[in-house]
């Protein structure tokens, strides 16, 4: 079975962490909520989220590691540099890693989206430009970079695909979560 860890600092974006999880959770995939640095994490809109661990080198065992934005939450990633070290070590070990809204600047700083394509918030991309000037800025709602093991995602209200997206890249059929959780009748309503 996959195994994901969704990595929750100070300042992260609640609904796009806990949709990760959430999601993930329903569809039987082990996720686990792993804090920067500590069990307990202050989320961006007062919100106390609880994790499961604080974060440790098992996030080398993760088949996927995802990051939520927020913009305090996404700069305490970038500048984590243990975190840093973990993640390079899990890219050149050809793990997938997914980040989403703020939270590609952590994985820009880390050279993850050097000539890879990506997606963020906008206007963070001209953030990432100045740290990743080879990084391939995108602007659809989730972005697969299969070379560079990398996805992507804009922000609180793509949340949803994103997570299904993680599903997807890990050989899981998303229609019946899709379908249940009322996304297909969204799409439809175009």
């Known amino acids: 079975m996959a195994k994901v860890a969704v990595v929750f600092a100070p300042g992260c974006e609640e609904v796009e962490g806990l949709t990760i999880v959430d999601v993930l959770r329903r569809m039987g995939i082990e996720t686990t909520m ?3 640095e500590d069990l307990y994490v202050p989320g961006a809109h007062g919100i106390e989220l609880t994790c499961d661990e604080v974060m440790s080198d098992r ?3 993760y088949d996927v590691v995802a990051f939520p934005g927020g913009r305090g939450g996404a700069q ?3 500048d984590n540099d243990r975190l840093m070290k973990l993640m390079q070590k899990r890219n050149a070990e050809n793990k997938w890693d997914a980040a989403m809204c703020a939270a590609p ?3 820009a700083r880390y050279g993850l989206l050097d000539n890879h394509n990506y997606t963020c918030f906008p206007g963070i991309n001209e953030e990432i430009a100045k740290v990743a000037p ?3 800025f995108e602007e659809d709602i989730t972005v697969v970079d299969n070379d560079g093991k990398i996805i992507t995602s804009r922000g609180p209200a793509t949340a949803l695909a994103f997570a299904y997206q ?3 890249v890990l050989g899981y059929n998303t229609d019946k979560i899709k379908h249940e959780m009322l996304y297909d009748y969204l799409m439809d309503q175009k």
Do not use: F, M, P, Q
């Open 34 to 36: 792993v804090g920067l």
């Open 59 to 61: 996030l080398l065992d």
């Open 76 to 78: 305490k990633l970038r």
């Open 105 to 107: 600047i952590a994985l």
């Open 134 to 136: 080879t990084a391939n």
């Open 166 to 168: 993680i599903a997807e």
